[in-house]
Structures are given as structure tokens and as C-alpha cells.
């Protein structure tokens, strides 16, 4: 699934994941300040914001929509912030293609 996108700034890509009931603009105060150093990249999960909505909301399904919506951008290295929800599918996504990230940031939420 192709996630809706919101770019600002320029540099290596730096993505930004929200958390459960959230939106890319949730973090649009973080996006800002991290746009002086980098193609900052923040996008709806897949049931949120202005992203097509599915039956599925698994960590796995979240983690396949980045990396789809990644490619579709043509990003194929990222560091990558979750927040919460965000947080677990992007551990996923380290774990799973620890090739395409540059750096992790974990966000309010326990890795178990």
C-alpha cells in the first residue's frame, strides 16, 4: 500500500512515523526543525490520516507500506522516528531490512 506522504527540506531522507489515532501532522513541529538537515519524510499509516484504509493492521502490513511507499519515493536508506504505534513498525521494519535503515529512533513505547 502506498502511504500518503508529506515531504519538507532536503538532505538524506529522515522519516516520520505517528502513533495509534495519530497523523504525519502530529510530528509537523519535528518535521520542521529536522528540514534545516534533511529530506524529511512523514507519513500516515495505513487506517490514518489521508492513507487508504485496509482490513489488515498488522506491525508486518505497516512495515510492507513503508518500505513500499519508500520505494515509491525512491528512498532506499532512511533514518526512521516512531512514535508509539509508529515505534513498533518501525522496529519491525529495522529488523526485518536492517539494509535500508541509517538510524533508529524509538519513540514512547517498550520494545516488548
Excluded: C, W
Amino acid at each position: 500500500m502506498i502511504l500518503h506522504a508529506s515531504e519538507i527540506g532536503a538532505g538524506d531522507p529522515f522519516v516520520l512515523l505517528h502513533g495509534l489515532f495519530g497523523r504525519s501532522q502530529n510530528l509537523g513541529t519535528l518535521a520542521r526543525r529536522l528540514a534545516s538537515r534533511f529530506r524529511v519524510i512523514s507519513l500516515d499509516l495505513r487506517n490514518h490520516g489521508a492513507s487508504p484504509h485496509a482490513a489488515g493492521m498488522s506491525y508486518e502490513a505497516m512495515a510492507d507500506d513503508v518500505l513500499e511507499t519508500l520505494a515509491s519515493l525512491d528512498v532506499t536508506r532512511a533514518s526512521v522516528l516512531g512514535h508509539s504505534m509508529g515505534s513498533k513498525a518501525a522496529m519491525l521494519l529495522a529488523l526485518t531490512h536492517p539494509e535500508r535503515i541509517d538510524r533508529l529512533f524509538v519513540a514512547d513505547i517498550a520494545p516488548v
